[in-house]
């Protein structure tokens, strides 16, 4: 999938302030909400495509919305740490499997 954005490199996980497991933790929290057929989850990602200003999820940004309103929701905070969404989007899009569930998710949800 073509990125309207370049990927800026991603601080070692140190930069994060805490274990490096905390970013693979969040992936696979991530990639659970992704693939999963909770209804809570997938009415999340709608939520934010709906309220997004990007049509698709070819821009990084539109992918980090969605990771930040995953992290937001799972661990009760207004703020996730943006170089940790940042990390997590990235590993997202890396992955085509995802990359396409959300992207079919995102697009279902701006047609209605």
Same mark, same amino acid.
Not at 28 to 50: F, K
Not at 58 to 64: K, N, S
């Given at each position: 999938m073509n990125r309207e954005r370049e990927h800026e490199p991603l601080p070692p996980d140190e930069e994060f302030g805490g274990?490096?497991?905390?970013?693979?933790?969040?992936? /696979?929290?991530?990639?659970? *909400?992704?693939? &999963?057929?909770?209804? =809570?989850?997938?009415?999340? @990602?709608?939520?934010?495509?709906?309220?997004? /200003?990007?049509?698709?999820? *070819?821009?990084? &940004?539109?992918?980090? =919305?969605?990771?930040?309103? @995953?992290i937001a929701r799972r661990f009760k905070t207004r703020q996730p740490?943006?170089?940790?969404?940042?990390?997590?989007?990235?590993?997202?899009v890396e992955q085509p499997e995802a990359t396409i569930r959300l992207e079919r998710i995102w697009q279902e949800a701006r047609s209605r």
């Open positions: 274990d490096p497991s905390d970013a693979r933790l969040l992936e /696979r929290i991530l990639q659970e *909400t992704i693939s &999963a057929e909770h209804a =809570e989850a997938l009415e999340l @990602i709608r939520g934010v495509a709906r309220q997004s /200003r990007y049509a698709d999820t *070819t821009d990084i &940004a539109a992918v980090e =919305e969605v990771v930040a309103a @995953i740490l943006p170089q940790l969404v940042r990390r997590v989007a990235h590993s997202l």
